[in-house]
């Protein structure tokens, strides 16, 4: 786990999950959506809108967490729009949807001024539209590109002499005798000048590029993404979240799984359930597990227009579509499944939100099964 991804998991939570259970069934305004951080299909972040907020209110979200949510250090710390999956998603045994890992290339570009509850279903993924930072791009391609040319070999560079690893290592052996390292130091340089070949410098040279290659990759793909790589020196770093921001842009701290961790969250959640693996054979719990679940195809699940067809399951199975009515259900019995007495309300939560329900009502199941049966059967 990178430091980025630590910091995300130690942002505290807005409020206690009992507090959420009471607001939400006092106030009915909110919707939860899921804003995928740093274009990773594993920080699906789930958050809570009231339903009249607009696509512009989710800007907060980026100014206010002191978080580097960017893909890179080559892009803007807040994104320029917002796009909205309509990847259908995987069907899971107990009627939950998740995300597959197309989810981000199959978008839908919305605008600012669009009311999020009226343009996606609850649960839905929302991908931010980010923007390159070309002046930081350029320059740091600038910056490797001019730290290959110094790094020339002697023999074929037209300015022999000026090196820019010559020139780091002798400020490094300055550092070393102000610390009492001299002999360091002196051995340092000793090899620094010693004359070098021209195989020997174009052995040199080629792990130089290749080294070159390796901190930009890091750059590019993220692996090196700080929120300010300069923040010890600088006045402006923004202070500690507090609660109450946390509150305003809908925080609540789950994370949605992906496809694989709903799996094998599912597997071990089953053989604990059944009390080891023999009676969980016995169940079947393993020949389902071929099977767990199904991907939706087009024109279902997410994809469901909003205005269109209302029914849960048309099509004799082949289609599985999202209503209200369908999430309605589900909340339901989330209800009663969480009000037995042996049940952890904040774990089942906390649950609920990352991997969706792992209990299901008779219908559910039905439903479920018929849809896997018209690609399973086939």
């Known amino acids: 786990m990178s430091e980025e991804d630590k910091k995300i998991e130690e942002v505290p939570e807005k409020v206690s999950e009992q507090e959420q259970v009471e607001v939400n069934k006092e106030q009915v305004e909110y919707i939860e ?13 789930c958050f809570q809108v009231l339903v009249k907020d607009t696509f512009a209110d989710l800007y907060k979200i980026f100014e206010t967490l ?11 710390h807040v994104p320029k729009g ?13 009627g939950a949807i998740l995300f ?24 839905q993924l929302i991908v931010p539209n980010w923007e390159r930072n070309d002046f930081g791009f350029y320059a740091t391609v600038t910056f490797f590109l001019v730290w290959l040319y110094t790094d020339l070999p002697d023999f074929i560079s037209p300015t022999p002499g000026l090196c820019m690893t010559t020139y780091m290592t002798e400020f490094l052996c300055w550092i070393l005798r102000k610390f009492d390292y001299a002999y360091l130091s002196d051995k340092l340089l000793a090899d620094l000048y010693e004359e070098v070949g021209i195989v020997p410098q174009l052995l040199f040279f080629t792990m130089h590029i290749f080294k070159t290659l390796i901190f930009f990759s890091i750059l590019y793909f993220g692996s090196f993404n700080p929120y300010q790589p300069f923040k010890y020196y600088l006045r402006n770093v923004p202070p500690p979240v507090t609660p109450e921001q946390l509150t305003e842009i809908g ?14 969250h599912y597997r071990d959640y089953k053989i604990k359930e059944h009390d080891g693996m023999v009676h969980a054979h016995k169940m079947g719990l393993f020949d389902k597990l071929k099977h767990l679940g199904v991907v939706l195809g087009e024109g279902e699940g997410f994809d469901t227009p909003r205005r269109g067809p209302r029914k849960t399951l048309a099509d ?9 009515d369908y999430l309605i259900k589900l909340g339901d019995f989330f209800e009663q499944y969480t009000a037995q007495e042996d049940v952890d309300l904040a774990a089942s939560i906390k649950e609920y939100r990352r991997y969706g329900l792992l209990h299901g009502s008779d219908e559910i199941h039905e439903k479920v099964a018929e849809r896997k049966a018209a690609v399973f059967s086939t």
């Open 33 to 45: 959506i899921y804003i995928r951080f740093n274009d990773d299909f594993e920080k699906d972040y």
């Open 251 to 264: 925080w609540t701290g789950a994370r949605r799984a992906t496809m694989d961790m709903y799996r094998d």
């Open 100 to 123: 597959t890992y197309d989810a981000a290339r199959n978008t839908r570009l919305v605008k600012d001024t669009d009311v999020i509850a009226e343009t996606v279903w609850p649960g």
């Open 66 to 76: 002191p978080l580097s949510l960017r893909p890179s250090v080559f892009y803007h």
């Open 82 to 94: 917002f796009r909205m999956s309509v990847d259908p998603g995987y069907l899971t045994e107990d």
């Open 316 to 324: 004799n199975g082949k289609k599985f579509y999202i209503s209200f």
